[in-house]
Structures are given as C-alpha cells and as structure tokens.
C-alpha cells in the first residue's frame, strides 16, 4: 500500500500534481518581496549582534552561527522570486540585497552605538535585546 497525500476537503488533483498549491507568478512573487523585506527587518539587528559580539569571547561562533543560518534565508527569498519569474540573477539579487541589510546593520551599530556602551553589562542588555527580535 503506498501512501499518498491528500488535497484539502473541496479541492482536486490533476495527474500533474496537487493544484490546491497556489503557484501564480504573481502571488510567488509577492511572496518573494514579503520574504525579502521582512528578513531585511530581521537581518538588520542580527548585524548588530554580530558587530557586538565581536567584543566577546564568543564573536567568531556568533559569527559563523550567523553565517550559516543566512544560507536558508537566502533561499527562502531566491526560490519564489526564481519560480515567478526564471530569472536567477534576479532572485539571487533580491536576497543578496536582503542580506546586505547586516553589515549595514553592523556598520550603525559600531559608529553608532559602540561610543554609548561603556560596560559589560550594557553590552549584555544589548546583545539580549538584539537576541530576542
């Protein structure tokens, strides 16, 4: 017996595959920029954490750890954006814009408020407010 996956109550399956799933180019694409803007939001205090932890013993895990869950967001923005559209260069553009939002946030984070923290424990209350967005 094998098993198979089942369309939600109301809807049906063509030979091609479930057409319960939306796969508009429109709608993909809108889901792209709505990836893209929101993990730009997120990307942005993540820089700050990284260019605060870099004070810390634990800067370079911060920074790898970091590194390493960026890949996924990546393709979280690249995939609709290529299947909406074809265009690699244009999905890979996207999340790579998306991305750039952490130096950015790294580089307002040393001219800015590197001068105000003045202490270990200013620098914790920092590095856990950043951890909780």
């Not at 709505?34 to 260019?51: D, Q």
């Not at 590194?67 to 609709?80: F, S």
């Amino acid at each position: 017996e094998q098993a198979t996956s089942q369309p939600p109550a109301g809807s049906s399956s063509s030979s091609n595959g479930p057409n319960w799933i939306s796969t508009h180019p429109s709608e993909l694409w809108r889901l792209g920029l709505l990836m893209a803007g929101t993990l730009t939001l997120h990307n942005l205090p993540e820089g700050f954490a990284v260019a605060f932890s870099a004070y810390t013993d634990v800067g370079p895990v911060m920074a790898l750890a970091i590194a390493l869950h960026n890949i996924p967001e990546g393709l979280v923005i690249a995939a609709p954006i290529y299947a909406a559209t074809g265009n690699r260069w244009q999905a890979v553009g996207l999340a790579t814009a998306s991305g750039i939002s952490e130096p950015v946030g790294a580089a307002a984070a040393l001219l800015v408020a590197k001068p105000f923290v003045t202490s270990i424990q200013q620098l914790d209350y920092l590095l856990a407010a950043t951890g909780g967005v």
